[in-house]
């Protein structure tokens, strides 16, 4: 039998939403129905946009991948949203403020042009749009990312931005391209200079926390530099003073980008130092050589320094830190991830 149950959100800023789920229906289709929009992304169980911690209340609990829900935190309490059905009246905990639940999809959805598509390395592509309209700001914590659809399809994938918010409608994406992949083909092959793209968001919760003077060290592998830019730059704007080391890491030489751009931020803040790794490194590379991982290790083991970290590439590289950080001492709750997850189709 189908009964009804009061859902309460609760949010970083101790501001509240309320809304009715019924048993058979997940937290974020029901919030859906309502015109309340959650933070989500895949919907499917697979990405963790959604994850919270429920402190009140019986629920059960659909698929979900292990990357994005390990056993260890399901059995702590946290849910994926996306795949929480309540039993009961049930309160969640989730770790963003109340400015980031939207409640029309008007806030979400816009249409900006593309103004630059280039191939900045072996395996990556620049993308750069400007936002059409009247409105021409663009929301952003640094660290969030949009959904960006193919045009002329029902095809979305997600990007996190290198740029931080700003009132010009500027965007910059750095895209990784796949033989297989069907918004690589369209990078590649079909994107041009004027064409429109649709948008949905800023989503996720991957971002800057505020933790004092503690020191922030920031681990990418490949286009897991965009958040780590985004952070950064946004840190540059305004002043921050956190120390701060940027671990930048690709495989092979052919693949990095963005040097200039990271040693030129590296030289207009006092507070930041770069480290661009190169794991199959030959002997002309005049950088690190070695894994990010490697590198990371050895600076923590030299320094003693207990930094947050902030880590966003390949699960693998992402877990291989985590290891890392549990090695030498550092909490885990200082240690803030984002992998990236396969596409589904």
């Keep these: 039998m189908t009964s009804v149950h009061q859902v309460r959100i609760i949010t970083q800023d101790e501001r509240d939403v309320f809304f009715e789920c019924r048993n058979d229906e997940d937290v974020i289709s029901a919030a859906l129905r309502q015109d309340i929009y959650l933070m989500a992304s895949c919907r ?11 402190s009140e209340g019986d629920y059960r609990m659909g698929k979900v991948s292990v990357q994005a829900l390990p056993p260890d935190e399901e059995e702590e309490g946290q849910v994926l949203l996306c795949r929480c059905y309540p039993e009961t009246d049930i309160e969640v905990e989730v770790p963003y403020t109340y400015d980031r639940i939207s409640f029309s999809p008007e806030d979400l959805c816009f249409e900006a042009e593309i103004t630059e598509v280039s191939q900045i390395s072996s395996n990556v ?9 009247t409105n021409q700001q663009i929301k952003l914590a640094a660290g969030q990312y949009y959904e960006l659809q193919i045009p002329g399809t029902e095809t979305w994938r997600s990007y996190s931005p290198a740029n931080t918010e700003n009132n010009d409608g500027v965007m910059e994406f750095l895209i990784r391209v796949l033989p297989d992949g069907k918004f690589s083909k369209f990078l590649m092959h079909d994107a041009q200079i004027g064409q429109t793209v649709h948008l949905k968001g800023p989503s996720g919760v991957f971002g800057l926390k505020e933790n004092g003077f503690t020191p922030r060290f920031f681990v990418a592998g490949g286009t897991g530099l965009a958040p780590i830019l985004s952070m950064v730059r946004h840190m540059k704007a305004w002043e921050e003073p956190q120390q701060s080391v940027i671990y930048f890491g690709v495989n092979t030489e052919d693949e990095i980008f963005y040097v200039d751009e990271l040693n030129r931020l590296a030289d207009e803040m006092p ?6 790794c190169v794991w199959k490194a030959t002997d002309t590379w005049n950088g690190e050589k070695g894994s990010v991982v490697d590198i990371l290790r050895r600076d923590l083991v030299e320094t003693g320094a207990k ?9 693998g590289m992402v877990d291989a830190t985590y290891a890392v950080c549990t090695e030498v001492g550092i909490p885990k709750e200082h240690v803030y991830l984002e992998k990236f997850l396969p596409s589904i189709s």
């Design 44 to 54: 499917e169980g697979g990405c963790a946009t959604c994850k919270g911690f429920c």
């Design 125 to 133: 592509y620049r993308l750069c749009l400007k936002r059409i309209g």
């Design 271 to 276: 507070n930041l130092t770069v480290r661009n």
């Design 307 to 315: 930094p947050d970290l902030y880590l966003c590439g390949p699960p």
